[in-house]
């Protein structure tokens, strides 16, 4: 079936470009356009996503000596550095945020869930967290974080369940990570496990309103009075299971509600932490396990700024900078594709490595994520003559 494509046209298509062409229409994305259009744009960055080119003028120097190759790999024949450049800062970057979300969700319907949360079988687990991203000041004013430097932020929505990013909001350095809380739509009897920066009992009981439930860190000066305490466990590691109701004036009439704190002791860390949710039903030991599961959002972040390029940036412009950023997505979410529909035991990151030095070769994929080398092959057992 793939005999003959290059291994980067096999990639792309696992993506569908009708998708991303209705995306391109919503905003317009064409207008005007002759030859280099949004697809070709599209592609030409996610080559340069899984080929670890590290600026704009190495992509563009790595395409310019394959020019005999543009045609199968689908991304056109006017390939330059000033229509790259120019495409970045005037297209609009919603176009590649909408077709983001569109791959999300169709690898979530194909990544098999984590059977460690096999007891959250019927409820989605998320988990919220934010990464700063240092800048230049001096080369992206816009991005303002602090007197000398400049910053953006990726506010981030992880799917525990299947490790996948399934929301993206970025900003300058300046808006607090509690803000995104504002602009996210939470899913009805699903969990949101959040570090304490996220604490702000206005916020927590808009959750509680939309019939969601979150799972946090109680902050080290939270006032509350205990209305009851519940048995517990302690060679679990739970220490108590509280139910209480916060006192000060303020915060009283933010969440007016009870609310649950649980304590828990961390024999790895040889730390206690204290967890506060506005869940009832869940176990406290499923509690401060379920917290555990937030470090995956921290994993996440360490893999997309070693092995993507979020970290350098191929445009100075706010629209270049977001429309980067989101082709990154779009690139993790297809390695997570091509991994499922391939039914590959290796990591992303093992297909990752891959990929960035075999883009060029005809091998098919289902060949070339197959651990067939001769050397891994054991010698037979045959009963050959010995010449010496």
């Known amino acids: 079936m793939n005999i003959g494509k290059y ?9 569908d470009p009708n998708d991303f062409k209705n995306c391109v229409d919503r905003y317009s994305g064409n207008y005007k356009v002759k030859e280099f259009t949004c697809w070709h744009q599209l592609l030409c960055l996610m080559f340069g996503q899984l080929a ?46 909408d077709y983001a979300y569109m791959l999300i969700a169709e690898a979530q319907r194909y990544t098999t869930p984590n059977k460690e949360l096999e007891s959250f079988e019927n409820r989605a687990v998320y988990a919220i967290d934010t990464t700063t991203i240092d800048l230049c000041l001096s080369v992206f004013w816009w991005a303002k974080f602090r007197k000398h430097k400049a910053a953006i932020k990726l506010h981030t929505v992880l799917d525990i369940k299947t490790e996948i990013p399934c929301y993206i909001h970025i900003t300058d350095g300046t808006v607090h990570e509690v ?14 496990v959040m570090d304490r920066g996220f604490v702000d009992y206005e916020r927590l009981y808009s959750i509680n309103q939309k019939q969601a439930f979150f799972v946090t860190r109680a902050k080290t000066n939270m006032k509350c009075r205990r209305i009851y305490s519940s048995k517990v466990d302690k060679t ?26 649980v304590k ?17 039903e ?3 030991l499923q509690i401060a396990l379920l917290y555990r599961y937030r470090w995956k959002i921290e994993l ?51 297909i990752l490595q891959i990929l960035s030095l075999t ?22 057992d045959d009963n050959q003559l010995k010449m010496f």
Do not use: M
């Open 282 to 284: 869940l176990t406290a």
């Open 300 to 350: 996440f972040f360490k893999w997309i700024k070693q092995h993507l390029k979020v970290k350098s940036f191929w445009g100075h412009s706010e629209n270049a900078v977001k429309i980067q950023v989101y082709v990154a997505i779009i690139s993790f979410v297809t390695v997570a594709l091509v991994k499922q529909k391939l039914k590959t035991p290796l990591t992303q990151y093992q």
């Open 7 to 15: 291994v980067f046209a096999q990639v792309v298509s696992f993506i």
């Open 264 to 280: 828990y002791f961390d024999e790895e860390s040889n730390k206690k932490f204290i967890f506060l949710t506005n869940n009832f």
């Open 179 to 192: 803000n995104v809380l504002d602009t996210i739509d939470f899913e009805q009897n699903g969990f949101y």
């Open 52 to 97: 670890n080119r590290e600026s704009l003028s190495d992509l563009i120097l790595c395409l310019q000596t394959q020019k005999n190759k543009w045609y199968h790999l689908g991304i056109g024949t006017s390939i330059s550095k000033s229509n790259l450049a120019y495409a970045n800062e005037h297209r609009n970057w919603k176009i590649f945020a």
């Open 236 to 261: 679990t590691g739970v220490l108590y299971d509280q139910t209480i109701q916060l006192v000060n004036f303020y915060a009283l009439k933010q969440y007016p509600e009870k609310l649950r704190r």
């Open 359 to 380: 883009l060029l070769n005809k091998t098919p994929l289902n060949q070339l994520f197959q651990d067939t080398l001769l050397q891994n092959i054991p010698d037979s």
